[in-house]
């Protein structure tokens, strides 16, 4: 499995745009890159995940990179119910490999 | 609400003792996964089930065991405890392993917190 390296922490202020980098340069040919979040002690929580192409959703968009070695995670308005841990887990495999993540803190 | 749901939420007990934790995936899912988040050690992978059948092992202590029943609700037992065993167990549940090369996105549940005094 590919290794991440991700920002420790960021901070974003309420109603702006949250971009989250992620650097997987051995990423290989047939692993997909997901992003989980958990919020203080919950449960990780789905967010998105992609192969090559940019990909949005209800909850955010990704823009991975052409040579595949990086990828970004936005949150286009981010509130105070998005401080959490942002993982971001590149894979094949049934189970996910989970780092440090980012912690976001979204501030007033 | 992921549609996971684990019992119980909190579970205190004492070294050597033996618990079991229970995980009933989302309708439809076939796979579950046990994955165990401790201060030091963060969110490790432990264990898949497909269907009923061991899928993947991570790392799993041997004194640690699961099972995956017809209905498709799965077990966690920990046996012997000790302090370094008090973690948040989490499970999840996705339809299906692995697809072509991706993995479908997992739902976790709210997780059980395992305290060994």
């Known amino acids: 499995d590919a290794k991440t390296t991700q920002p420790p922490s960021m901070d974003c202020a309420e109603g702006r745009a949250a971009n989250l980098p992620c650097n997987h340069s051995?990423?290989?040919?047939?692993?997909?890159v997901y992003w989980y979040r958990q919020i203080h002690s919950q449960g990780p929580q789905y967010i998105i995940h992609?192969?090559?192409n940019n990909e949005t959703n209800e909850m955010a968009s990704l823009i991975i990179t052409e040579d595949r070695k990086s990828s970004t995670l936005i949150l286009p308005h981010a509130t105070l119910r998005d401080t959490a841990v942002y993982y971001c887990?590149?894979?094949?495999?049934?189970?996910?490999?989970f780092g440090k993540g980012t912690k976001l803190s979204v501030k007033p | 609400d992921s549609g996971v749901t684990q019992t119980p939420k909190h579970l205190i007990t004492a070294t050597g003792q033996r618990v079991t934790l229970r995980c009933s995936p989302r309708?439809?899912?076939?796979?579950v996964y046990w994955y165990q988040q401790s201060l030091d050690q963060g969110l490790q992978f432990l264990i898949q089930?497909?269907?009923?059948?061991?899928?993947a092992k991570g790392n799993i202590l041997e004194r640690f065991s699961a099972q995956q029943f017809p209905d498709l609700h799965s077990e966690l037992n920990l046996s012997s405890l000790e302090l370094g065993d008090s973690a948040l167990y989490f499970c999840?549940?996705?339809?299906?392993?692995?697809?072509?090369?991706?993995?479908?996105?997992?739902?976790f549940g709210p997780g059980t917190r395992l305290t060994v005094t």
């Open positions: 999840a549940s996705s339809l299906q392993p692995t697809s072509g090369g991706a993995l479908y996105e997992q739902y």
């Open positions: 051995t990423i290989s040919g047939n692993e997909y």
């Open positions: 992609g192969l090559k």
């Open positions: 887990i590149p894979g094949s495999q049934g189970n996910l490999i």
């Open positions: 309708s439809g899912d076939l796979s």
């Open positions: 089930y497909y269907n009923g059948e061991e899928r």
